[in-house]
C-alpha cells in the first residue's frame, strides 16, 4: 500500500496546501517518513489524515467558481468503528462548504470495506447542500464496497459511478462529465 500515491498529474493546476481555503493550507510533507497505516500497512505520506484511524484522503482539485471538490480516499471507510463520516463530514465537508462548495467528487476505488452505522451525518450532508444543487458522488467504488454501501441505503445520500478513464480528463472536463451523469439521474 505504501507505492499507491494520491493522484498528481493535476498538481499543475492545483495543490490543497497552497490553497488558504483548504483545510490542508500549510500542511508540509515528507516524501521518506510513512507514519500513517491501513491495517498495519503504511501508506505513502502524501495521503492526508483527518481524524480517521482507516480512512485517509488527498484533495486534488477545488473550484470555487464552479462549486466542487475532487477528493481521492484510500483505505477502509469505517462507521461502525471509527464513524469515520463524522470525522469527514467535521473536518474537511464543513470546513469547505462554507466557501461555496455543494458538489464533491470522491475518487473511492482505493476504499477496500465499508462497515456501516447510522445515516445520520449523511443524511446532514445531503440536507446541507441540496437546496443549491449539489451531490455527492462517490466514482469506481470496488464492487464488494459498493455492495455494503447500497446494503447500508448510503447511495440514497451519495451516487455511486462508474468513470474508468477519469485520470484522462482534466479536471474541468472531468467534473463536467460527472455533473452530467448527475443531471440525467437527477431528472430521471
Not at 500515491?5 to 490543497?16: F, G, K, Q, V
Not at 462497515?115 to 467504488?141: F, L, P
Amino acid at each position: 500500500m505504501h507505492e499507491i500515491e494520491p493522484y498528481y498529474n493535476w498538481r499543475h493546476l492545483y495543490i490543497a496546501e497552497e490553497d488558504e481555503n483548504s483545510p490542508f493550507f500549510g500542511r508540509e510533507y515528507s516524501e521518506f517518513e510513512f507514519s500513517n497505516t491501513v491495517y498495519n500497512y503504511y501508506i505513502h505520506p502524501q495521503w492526508d489524515e483527518f481524524g480517521s484511524r482507516t480512512l485517509y484522503l488527498k484533495i486534488l482539485f477545488a473550484d470555487y467558481d464552479f462549486n466542487y471538490v475532487i477528493i481521492e480516499l484510500i483505505g477502509e471507510w469505517n462507521d461502525a468503528v471509527e464513524n469515520d463520516i463524522m470525522q469527514l463530514k467535521r473536518s474537511i465537508i464543513d470546513e469547505i462548504t462554507p466557501k461555496g462548495i455543494n458538489k464533491f467528487i470522491l475518487i473511492t476505488e482505493n476504499v477496500l470495506n465499508f462497515h456501516s452505522s447510522d445515516t445520520d451525518y449523511y443524511e446532514e450532508w445531503y440536507e446541507d447542500i441540496k437546496d443549491d444543487g449539489g451531490w455527492v458522488v462517490a466514482i469506481n467504488m470496488p464492487e464488494q464496497t459498493q455492495y455494503d454501501f447500497k446494503k447500508s441505503h448510503i447511495d440514497r445520500y451519495i451516487q455511486l459511478l462508474d468513470v474508468p478513464e477519469w485520470r484522462t480528463y482534466q479536471p474541468h472536463l472531468f467534473f463536467q462529465v460527472v455533473d452530467n451523469k448527475m443531471l440525467k439521474l437527477l431528472n430521471a
